[in-house]
T-cell receptor, first 113, second 118 residues
Framework: GDSVTQMEGPVTLSEEAFLTINCTYT??????LFWYVQYPGEGLQLLLK?????DKGSNKGFEATYRKETTSFHLEKGSVQVSDSAVYFC????????????FGAGTRLAVHP | GAVVSQHPSRVICKSGTSVKIECRSL??????MFWYRQFPKQSLMLMAT?????????EQGVEKDKFLINHASLTLSTLTVTSAHPEDSSFYIC??????????????FGNGTRLTVT
């Protein structure tokens, strides 16, 4: 079935380190892909999205490229900050009558000064 | 813009009682609202899709008689956990999608409700 697989956390980094959180998906058709972020004590917020192959979503220094050939949507940031500490969820949107958002397990990121 | 308000944020109830959780889109109309359940250190599991004015569509394995969903208007959906038991203790999250938009419209999430059944 349709699913999203994320790398397990927690990921612990020092400030200004490079971040990669892997995400791969299985889906029929051509889903839209999203990264959501959940800061401590808050609800989920959309971080970035890509709706078709080779699209790159970007926001707040984060980037992810929709790779159809590898069915991946890895999240990257060149220099993380303490304020980036949160849980990151990769998700895919199933359309074509299904119309629902399926999440990966989430990856907790902890950034230390 | 696009704020989703979920109430209450926390609730503790006794086993056997029912609990209602409200999800409101404050500044937009939401044809479709989604209810998720999040277990500790796990992902969000979609429970049901709620469409204004029609019956909710439940995911496989979710008991529709236990988790009653009502979507009476374009700005309000409610989830009622009936005859709650300790195993229903969880974090419930609602989300809403802008009216008339498809996959280009991201979901907007409430802050969740922590339900504890004693």
């Amino acid at each position: 079935g349709d699913s999203v697989t994320q790398m397990e956390g927690p990921v612990t980094l020092s400030e200004e380190a490079f971040l990669t959180i892997n995400c791969t998906y299985t889906a029929t058709g051509y889903p839209s892909l999203f990264w959501y972020v959940q800061y401590p004590g808050e609800g989920l917020q959309l971080l970035l999205k890509a709706t078709k192959a080779d699209d790159k979503g970007s926001n707040k220094g984060f980037e992810a490229t929709y790779r159809k050939e590898t069915t991946s949507f890895h999240l990257e940031k060149g220099s993380v900050q303490v304020s980036d500490s949160a849980v990151y969820f990769c998700a895919l949107w199933l359309s074509g009558g299904y119309n629902k958002l399926i999440f990966g397990a989430g990856t907790r990121l902890a950034v230390h000064p | 813009g696009a704020v989703v308000s979920q109430h209450p944020s926390r609730v503790i109830c006794k086993s056997g009682t029912s609990v209602k959780i409200e999800c409101r889109s404050l500044d937009f109309q939401a044809t479709t609202m989604f209810w998720y359940r999040q277990f500790p250190k796990q992902s969000l599991m979609l429970m049901a899709t709620s469409n204004e004015g029609s019956k909710a569509t439940y995911e496989q394995g979710v008991e529709k008689d236990k988790f009653l969903i009502n979507h009476a208007s374009l700005t309000l959906s409610t989830l009622t956990v009936t005859s709650a038991h300790p195993e229903d203790s969880s974090f419930y999250i609602c989300s809403a999608q802008l009216h008339g938009r498809g996959q280009d419209s991201p979901l907007h999430f409430g802050n969740g409700t922590r339900l504890t059944v004693t």
